[in-house]
């Protein structure tokens, strides 16, 4: 059988040479100008770096020693890991044991970083003599649930593991962050849109690495274990945390990775890096292709392993690491410890596999002959139930949010006070922008025009002396969401992104217009992440006289994506290093956020930096406060009239049922109660009010049933069911009548083209938490479109949506677990395919609207920067990310905002409020600043 398959074997190599079949799912069936643009451009920067492969850069052993430390520094870079977290005590604990048929698992968990726990499997023979070879396996994406608890990916690996101990091995197999028992996140940029994953420098195949270089330190802490003999093997994603840690770790002594490498090629052009989540790549910010990585293995015994049909690990891609590996090999006079095993067969955990990789450690880890019989094959035979770690969470695990913390931003600096302490700060902010951020690798002789990457630049002549750039996102390309967030993460694997691109072209424009007009001074105009951009391309560009920036991000946690970008600074010193030679005019400003550049203009007497306020208070009034709690506003203006509503009670939850109050005034200056609307034996709560397409008033409120008598203070909550009711003109209301949604509560409808659409949520209970999307032609019955899933467990709730004049809808929601900040989504019609951003803030209670003259700007209950107590706040939405601009007098029980642009820039807010005592009705009117266009 041995002589079969190695036969086998060479007769696939041979064939090898032919190009996978790989469809490239981002080819589109009717492709722009934009489009064929970034394919091509993307196609050029692979082609740029194959050219300095190692093929060709490196040609004798002494080539390829001279640099290996060099390499190996760069990798560590790439997964977040430079420099190297300190090694903390582990905190190993044995939590249970489970005894097989020649075999003793001891279930246990330890911690490669403080709270970062890591549940493992370690696998021994019952009876042990001596020290004995060790094997860390490490999984791939497998998802073992049982009565909604994860068991962990450990668990559906657990036959190699048996294999090993019943053959004299020690074994210890881990979870991963994405599917262990503690359930965290590999899909930051395919799924979730944290971008700022990036721009940080982190990856999770940086924790994956980090678990696995900790997970031996472990294995060479038990007596059982010989160190000198360590191998690690997995496959799919373990295959990839194999090489990581292997590329990087010399105690592993002998690697045999399964379907955890290809080409860039492979990944990019042809297009397998969509089959992938994010732990599978690190932040290329050096442009490398895969076989620099296997290459860092020699000279130790490596064998690659793949199957013939894996779509998202192609076999020619495998082989060329293969073979550009062996060609290191060689050089070290190594060759025979590199191997490559092809079985038959498709993306999946195969015996096939596994008699190759059991070989080869018998041959490496014990001093057996080549392809000796590995003996019988792997076999499954425990409960995943048997291999838990957990009983429960611990309390202070930061397992679920390592990527918020793994790889820390540069910190804050303190405000120069000398010219000579901010000659320091800028040298080493412009060192690392132009050698690290910037720095040119081969892919960046590759460049794009605008359009390419999505930018319209319109030049006009402000003046006979000036000329002003405008610049404008004008995405050219097809597809929805999904397909550009796969364009988004093709250049990141190149080690660039979009936005880099982008600056990239800025400043070729800037070039351009000195090398033709050299002496007529350049004025940049942009807006949101462009604004950002354009930072950059002054920096670094000289000859640009003045910028006008419109909402200015305000951090690169939220947008816009340079790699690694916060390992040195962040968009308030980049601000800082535009100001000291430019005019900068920042519109729509928050300027708390600004503090650190206006300081040292200040500080320094620069003069150039200018932040005109974003939104002003005109004056906020009390319109009721006649009951002993009133809450829950919302407010619109119908036929000449304004319209407020709200709760009335004598507590947040029932004592007595709550009721609805209609206030109504032709001014907003005098207010007078229009309508009481109550339901007998119903608390109702959380008005909203709404216009029909048939001109009438709807009234949507929730209705909770208590047990006992209304006005009792322990009562027990039963049951809760929207209800609706409706007027011809505020005064006059049906009676409630329940809507047809049962068991989740819809917060609020928004009507388009005579449609409602609402979200509706359920608490999370034994039927675990629920966030839905519903349409509704008459208010009453509604259709689910689609649940919605903002990101993983986040108990989503209270949500409004809005329609942007593109016919997008976006969807703002507050949230309860983890941060406990909003999300942001957006989606096309027929809005089932979601996009999500964090915002960054809290917002609860959430309103938004898009201003006819200042973009989107939303309220709701926060914490504003600075301020240690909850308020009502006010502020922008820039597409990704939240930004408080005002604080409205406010404290305590507080929030739950309607808005209504009043006239042009001016807003009208609802709001509750007890910071004066007892719970009030509040009105305010907010200026906003109109934003310049371009």
């Known amino acids: ?146 009565n909604g608890v994860s068991l962990g990916n450990k668990t559906a690996y657990h036959h190699h593991g048996v294999w090993f101990a019943r053959h004299g091995y020690v074994c210890l197999i881990i979870d991963t962050v994405q599917w262990g028992e503690l359930v965290g996140h590999h899909h930051g940029t395919y799924r979730l849109g944290r971008w700022w994953w990036a721009s940080r420098g982190f990856t999770p195949a940086g924790v994956e690495a980090w678990n696995g270089i900790r997970a031996l330190d472990y294995l060479e802490s038990r007596p059982e274990v010989d160190r000198d003999r360590l191998g690690m093997t997995g496959r799919s994603g373990g295959g990839a945390y194999t090489w990581w840690v292997a590329a990087l770790d010399e105690r592993v002594k002998v690697a045999a990775p399964t379907a955890g490498i290809t080409s860039l090629r492979n990944h990019v052009v042809d297009g397998c890096l969509e089959g992938h989540c994010d732990c599978m790549f690190m932040n290329n910010i050096f442009q490398w292709d895969f076989d620099r990585v296997a290459a860092l293995v020699a000279p130790r015994p490596l064998l690659i392993l793949n199957t013939d049909k894996d779509d998202i690990f192609p076999l020619d891609g495998v082989f060329s690491v293969y073979r550009s590996a062996r060609r290191i090999y060689s050089l070290l006079g190594a060759e025979d410890a590199i191997g490559l095993h092809i079985a038959e067969g498709p993306h999946e955990d195969m015996p096939p596999l596994h008699v190759g990789a059991f070989a080869w450690f018998e041959r490496f880890l014990k001093g057996g002959q080549r392809m000796d019989p590995p003996g019988e094959p792997a076999r499954k035979s425990l409960a995943p139930s048997q291999l838990r770690v957990f009983s429960s969470p611990p309390a202070d695990e930061r397992t679920t949010r390592i990527d918020e913390d793994f790889v820390t931003p540069a910190p804050a600096p303190e405000v120069p ?71 988004r993460r093709r250049l990141l694997l190149l080690g660039t992104s979009l936005e880099r691109e982008q600056v990239s072209v800025i400043r070729e424009l800037i070039r351009d217009h000195h090398h033709t007009h050299p002496n007529r001074p350049l004025r940049l105009q942009a807006r949101g992440d462009l604004a950002a951009l354009a930072l950059y391309a002054a920096v670094l560009e000289p000859g640009v006289a003045r910028l006008d920036l419109t909402d200015l991000p305000e951090s690169h946690t939220t947008s816009p994506c340079l790699p690694g970008i916060l390992r040195f600074l962040d968009l308030p010193q980049t601000l800082a290093l535009a100001a000291e030679n430019h005019l900068i005019v920042v519109h729509g400003a928050r300027p708390a956020a600004w503090s650190f550049a206006t300081d040292t203009a200040r500080h320094l007497g620069w003069t150039t930096l200018q932040l005109p306020p974003a939104a002003e208070i005109i004056d906020v009034r009390r319109i009721s406060d006649t009951t002993a709690y009133c809450a829950f506003t919302d407010l619109i203006r119908h036929r000449d009239t304004w319209f407020c509503v709200f709760r009335e009670g004598d507590s947040h939850v029932p004592g007595i049922d709550g009721t609805i109050r209609v206030l109504s005034s032709t001014d907003g200056t005098r207010w007078s109660a229009a309508a009481h609307v109550s339901e007998t034996g119903i608390d109702l709560r959380d008005p909203k009010i709404s216009a029909t397409p048939d001109g009438r008033l709807m009234l949507l409120m929730g209705g909770s049933v208590y047990d006992g008598t209304s006005g009792q203070a322990s009562r027990q909550f039963v049951s809760a069911r929207g209800r609706v009711c409706f007027s011809p003109d505020g005064r006059t209301w049906s009676a409630p009548q329940p809507i047809s949604i049962e068991n989740e509560w819809l917060w609020r409808v928004t009507w388009n083209r005579n449609t409602a659409y609402g979200v509706s949520y359920r608490n999370r209970g034994e039927a675990g938490a629920a966030l839905n999307l519903w349409k509704s032609t008459d208010g009453v019955t509604y259709e689910k479109i689609t649940a919605l899933q903002p990101g993983g467990d986040a108990w989503p709730n209270e949500t409004t949506l809005r329609f942007d004049p593109d016919g997008s809808l976006l969807a703002l929601v507050r949230r309860e677990r983890d941060s406990r900040t909003a999300f942001l989504g957006r989606s096309r019609p027929p809005f089932t395919d979601w996009s999500w951003h964090d915002t960054g803030r809290m917002i609860q209670g959430p309103d938004f609207l898009r201003s006819s003259t200042a973009g989107w700007w939303y309220a709701g209950r926060d914490q504003p920067p600075g301020d240690s107590a909850i308020r009502t706040v006010v502020g922008r939405l820039d597409g990704h990310s939240a930004q408080p601009v005002l604080t409205l007098p406010s404290g305590g029980d507080t929030s739950y905002p309607g808005i209504v642009e009043a006239a042009p820039g001016e807003l009208w807010i609802s709001y509750y409020s007890s910071h004066e005592g007892p719970a009030a009705i509040y009105l305010a009117r907010v200026r906003l600043a109109p934003t310049p266009k371009g």
Not at 124 to 134: I, S
Request: hydrophobic content about 40%.
């Open 1 to 146: 059988m041995k002589c079969v398959c190695s036969a086998l074997v060479v007769f696939c190599l041979l064939a090898v040479p032919g190009r996978a079949e790989v469809k490239p799912e981002w080819a589109m069936p009717e492709e722009t100008a934009a489009d064929r643009g970034l394919r091509a451009l993307v196609a050029g920067k692979v082609a740029a770096i194959e050219a300095q492969s190692l093929d060709h850069t490196v040609t004798t052993r002494a080539d390829w020693e001279d640099s290996r430390d060099q390499r190996r520094a760069e990798l560590r870079e790439m997964l977040g890991l430079h420099p190297e977290p300190p090694r903390t005590d582990l905190h190993p604990t044995v939590t249970g044991t489970v005894e097989g048929d020649g075999f003793v698992v001891e279930n246990l968990h330890f911690q490669p970083m403080p709270r970062l726990y890591l549940a493992a499997n370690l696998y021994r023979p019952k009876t042990v003599t001596g020290r004995l070879p060790a094997v860390l396996y490490v999984c791939g994406h497998s998802h073992v649930e049982e």
């Open 417 to 487: 006070a000398t010219a000579a302490a901010w000659a320091a700060l800028r040298e080493t902010w412009m060192t690392a922008l132009r050698d690290r951020v910037f720095r040119p690798g081969p892919g960046d002789t590759v460049t794009a025009d605008a359009p390419t990457v999505g930018l319209r630049a319109s030049w006009t002549a402000t003046s006979p002396d000036e000329a002003t750039l405008a610049l404008a996102e004008a995405p050219g390309w097809t597809g929805d969401d999904r397909k550009h967030t796969q364009r």
